[in-house]
C-alpha cells in the first residue's frame, strides 16, 4: 500500500519476536521467509501480473505476520528510505496521517538517540520505534521549533502527519495533562506494563525459548561457611507487624553471626515442600517461582565473621565468600551510615539485593522489570519482619550508598536494586 505519493511499504521478518505459538513461525514456508528477510515489495510484487497469485499469497503471509507484530515497515519516496517503523507489539495497524490546522511540535517525552547514522525516536505511549534515515526530516522533527506544515513540501507534510498520528508528535498548544515530575523511563516502565499484547501472549510467554525450567543453584564451594539452624523467639505474628518500624540507627555492639544466621534462615532460605514441587521456593513470592533475587552481605563489622563480603547460598544455608576489597566495603557502609535521616554512626552490616534479570525476562518479558519490582518490595519487606523478630534495627536504603562497584556482583546480567541496614538495638 502506499503511504506516499511514490512510496512503497516493504516487509523485514523482526528478530528475537516471536508470537505465543511458536507453530506459526514453524509453518511459514522458506521461501516466504526468505522473501520477507531480504525485504520485500508489495509494488514491486504487483508489477509482474503473471505472478499475480504469488503476490496474493504473500499479501496474506503479510497480513498475518503484521498481525503478529513480526515485520516491521518502510515508509519510502520513490527509492528513498525515509522512515522504518518498528511495532513494538501485535496487531499493529497504521493509523491515518494527521493534518492538523496548526503547526506541530514534540510531545513532551519525546527520546531521540542515534542508531548508526540516522535517528531513533521512542516516546512511551507510541506503540512503535521510529528510525528517520533522512537527515533534513530528522532536523525538522528534532529543531524543538514548531513544524509549520503549510510551508513544508509534501512528503514532509505526510510523514510528520504519520508521526504525529504514531504519537511522536502534537497539535501545537496542546494542554498538557501529564505532570513534570515524570522522567522518560518512569512513563516508558508505565507505557509498558500496562498494556497486554493478545498476540505474543497474557504475562508469561516464553519468546525467548521453551518452558521455562528453574535451575538448581550450585552448591557452594567447600569454603562456604555454614549457618546455624534458626531458633524460636516465641513472639506472636500480629505483635511483630505493630511493631517494625524503620530504624536508621545502630547500637555499640555489632550484629551476631547467629543473629544474621536467624534472619537469613527466616527471611531467605529455600523451603523444601512435601509435595515434591521441583520449583525453588523462598518466604516471599516470585512469579513462576523463577526467583531471580539474590542477596550479598557486607560484614563490616559482625561478631564471629571475618569482615568481607558473603553471597548467601538460600539452597544449602551457607555464606560464600566474594572478592570485594575491604576499603569498598568500608566506604558503602559509610556512606549509608551518613545517610540523612540517620544518626552518623557507621554500619556494620549491610545486605544487598540483586536480580537476575535475565531469569525472569527468559519467562516474562515485557513484565518482567515490573515483577522484579514487586518481588524485591516483598523480599524487602520480610526482611524487615524478620528483623523485628529478632530485635534488630533496620532500615530500607532509599539514598545514600553507591552499589556500582567491581566484585560487588558476579554477573554481567545482575544489578543491584534494594539494599537494607541492619544493626543491633541500641
Known sequence: MDLINGSVETARLLPNRCPISRDLVAAIPQDILTCFDAGWSESAAAADPTREAEWLG???????????????????????KLVTLIPHQGRFEMPDAIRPVQGLEAKPFLYARPVSDDMALNEPDAPVTAILHCSDLRQTVLSGQVLDLHGADGVTAIICGQLSALGFLQ???TAAHISPTWEFHDRLLLSQIKKQDKI???GASYRFGSDFEVAQSPLPAIDAIKLSEPSETGRLFSDVLQNRRSRRHVGMQPVTLERLANLLARAWREVQTADGFAGRLRPFPSGG??????????????????PGAYRYCSRSNSLIPTEVKRQTIDRLCD??????????EAVGCVLVISSQFPRLARVYEKIALKLTLMNSGAALQTLQLAATELGLNSWIIGAGMDFDVDGLLPETDEFQIAGVALGEAS
Open 171 to 173: 497539535p501545537t498548544g
Open 335 to 344: 556512606q549509608v551510615g551518613a545517610a540523612p535521616g540517620t544518626s552518623g
Open 200 to 202: 505474543n501472549g497474557f
Open 58 to 80: 504473500r499479501l496474506d503471509w503479510l497480513e498475518m505476520l503484521k498481525n503478529s507484530g513480526l515485520v516491521r515497515l518502510e515508509l519510502r519516496c520513490g527509492a528513498e
Open 289 to 306: 517461582a523463577v526467583h531471580e533475587l539474590e542477596l550479598t552481605i557486607l560484614a563490616r563489622t559482625v561478631d564471629g565473621l571475618e
